[in-house]
């Protein structure tokens, strides 16, 4: 007998390539910086956030997020904890001191346009561009509650102490006044034509200042219910409905034209600083009753005085009109200094006075930047003045071209405004190069010198040593689209829209200032082309030259003698980018009709195309020696390829803007990108094998996901019509959790109708549980608190009446009790009917009442106990002159301050 074998073919694996860092990005323009002590800073670099330190200029901690961009940052009032709100509308809480997340809330269904948290830092409050509002419990990590009502984006909001409020405006014109014990929104305050972007409230919340699309700002008195009953006379019979009364008092006139874009009061309500839309912050000083009254009594004056001269026998009180409301709110509230900075302004944030009536002012810009200045009030005439800025560690303008150098070490960046030289291991800025507006680039053999082409048709050459520009040749009338240095190293080329594709040399010549010799470029022989020319290429081996023409068609010539060789015609708009392969036998292009072709380059025949984008293809590259390429696009995605297999092999995302270069180091274990978002990210290759099925199985759960939350979002908007409702936000963790959840429920059940002298269950033996019901409270606790409700909702109803007499054991053994009564109170809220409607389990109900109660009881005296004991434990330690932790820290800060004030005198 004879037997034949079949083996099945192995599946093609491929090594990993995964993101390795980010750099270049100071702050995005996607969200505003925030203030975290004098000299910190944090600013939201594209999805991460990093603390900066500004005096020094470097960067004091990095909060990595993950695939969405910080869309805003809030910090408490203690600043230990940093609240970042995502374009998916997730909020994450960073713990400053150890740089960890310890809590990530999901619950709005766009991306988070403001954040808040009240006084003790307890509760945060978040607004959505999904027009939601939801108040947050930061103790217990879950949502209080969603509020539902405004029809537009909600711009800022607010916590009004005393009537346990939130305040929020919004894109809809109105403000609204939401309570927080009956959940219920208890007043609307239509005052403004326009979209409201921004409110603030002074210190004591008496006063609330609004801000919109108009050049005035809109003063309200804020008062209790009380107060304004007393102010309106027992003669009033208007009916006052809410625990809090607000009226509008006037509008404050404005310099810019321009909307604002943040308004905010000092931390001791002497300022008043309103960001507008451009270049612009106006400062208002905020006077006291007592400086009020005393410049309306000398305009009085001047007035009668006036009077007089114009008439002898004014009468008095004819004279001493009483001011109208405008004139008394341009008292109250006085221009003080108009800040006008260089670049367009992202955000505004004013600190504490830093010394008597002098302030910090922190801006970030749109143009990738931060900086402080302080606001001098206490001359005659106020003056703000440059103090910080970091500008050094990123491009202002969007990256255009990225080369790496021949041994890696150095990356070589351009844009509109110069180019900068990065360390490829630590992402730093090593230089900065005076260009002009950088579209190609390359490194000299040696690695000491830089080529760029630019915009203007000149080649700079630059040593990078000193950053110095020693040459600018004009080799061009047109823009350098095109520049590549020939594989012997002895020269380069360079294509250009003047039609010309011309060869340079490089040579040693007499340096001008000093002995020696120094680097320059001669120009040998031009090729006339009949259209602008996109791109140049040789070839490794030299001996061939592609040429890409703004007629969609690629023309390829013997490098040496330069005569045509092929014409590949096949695209139906221009090709931006080419690349040929390490062998010499394949020619990569990619155009702007969003394909990528591979080409043979023995008979100039078109291998495969790929629909490669959605949108221009930007830069194409081989990987060292092997036929898998890279391609970028302005679709903000990597793709990786196989040519021979013809074959995707995976798309990495990171970049948040349209990807404009790519470079592959010489052993394709280094891969950079540059992008429209400021950033340059590293891609490293990793020993983790790929197999494309796998690869093709996550992509489609990707979309699948990306549909399911479509769909829950569309639904939400189509049924959510109450005001007030669950916080939560259905996803695939809040399902998996469930399911978690009723696997161990179905465990806890087969255990309980085991024979008992039958081996326990090994999942049980794995945790270290003897009884089934430990585990299922294992699994319950292990669910994010704030996605317990939503995961307790999607169980289905046979699920809760089998957790009822679960709740009843914990309760009786004390476990848990916090987790377990909301859990209970959660599920009696939402099941109500059928549990009053079974009549067997009547029974439980009560004892779960009894016992909870009395569980609940046991646990709060438990507290007020220890928290009486710590008391009288601090009483009895400042008695022995022991001082609790904040003072001390307090004592060192200004011990320290006393040194710094020793050492400036």
Known sequence: HTHTHTSMPLAKTYLKYSAEASFGAIASSTSNSVLLGENLVAAAAVEDVIVWDVRRGVQAKRLPGERHEVTYLTVSSNGRLLAAGYGDGAIRLWNLDTAHCTVTLSGHRGPVTCLRFDGEGARLASGSQDTTVIVWDVVNESGIVRFKGHKGPVTACAFLTMADAVITCSKDTYIKVWDLTTQHCVDTLVGHRNEVTSLTMSRDQSTMVTGAASNELLVWSICSAEEARAKAGAESDAAILSDVVFEKVGALQRQSTHRVVTVEFSSDDRILACQAADKTVEFFVVRTEQEVKKRVGRKNKRRREKAKSLDGSADDAAASEELSVEELLAIKYAPLHILRAKAKIRSMQLGPAARDQVYQVLLGFHSNCVRTFTLDVSKKIAESSLQHELVFPGHRTPVRAVTLCYDDALILTTSNQGAKVWNSQTGECVRNLDAGYGICAAFVPGNRHALIGTRDGEV???????????????????????????????????????????????????????RGKRLSCAHVRTLKMSEDVLCVRFSPDQKLLAVSLLDSSVKVFYADSLKFFLSLYGHKLPVVCMDIS???????????????????????????????????????????TTHYFFSVGKDHLIKYWDADRFEQITTMEGHHGEVWGCAVSKRGDLMVTCSHDRTIRTWRRTDELLSLEEERERERDLAYEAEQEAEEARMSRALQTEEASLPGKKGTETLMAAERIMEAVQLAEQEAFKDPSAPPNPVLAAYGHTEASDYVLQVLNGVRSSELEEALLVMPFSFVLKLLPLFEKWIEHRQS??????????????????????????????????????????????????????????HRLEEQGVHMFEDVETKIQQKRRKKRKVTLA
């Open 817 to 874: 009790i916090e987790r377990v009564s909301r859990c209970v109170l959660f599920i009696f809220r939402v099941h109500q009917n059928q549990i009053v409607m079974s009549d067997g389990l009547l029974d439980t109900v009560d004892r779960l009442r009894t016992n909870l109660k009395e569980a609940l009881r046991e646990l709060k005296d438990l507290m007020g106990f220890n928290m009486a004991a710590m008391k009288y434990l601090g």
């Open 582 to 624: 390490a062998d010499s036998t394949l020619l990569l292009t990619g155009s702007a009709d969003k394909n990528v072709k591979v080409w043979g380059l023995d008979f100039g025949d078109c291998h495969k195309s790929f629909f490669a984008h959605q949108d221009t293809i930007t830069a194409v590259k081989f990987v060292a």
């Open 460 to 514: 700079q050459l630059f040593d990078l040593r000193s950053g110095a520009l020693l040459e600018s040749i004009e080799a061009h009338t047109g823009a350098v689209w095109s520049l590549d240095v020939q594989p012997d190293k002895r020269g380069f080329v360079t294509g250009s829209a003047d039609r010309d594709v011309k060869f340079f040399e490089f040579e040693l010549v007499q340096a001008e200032n000093a």
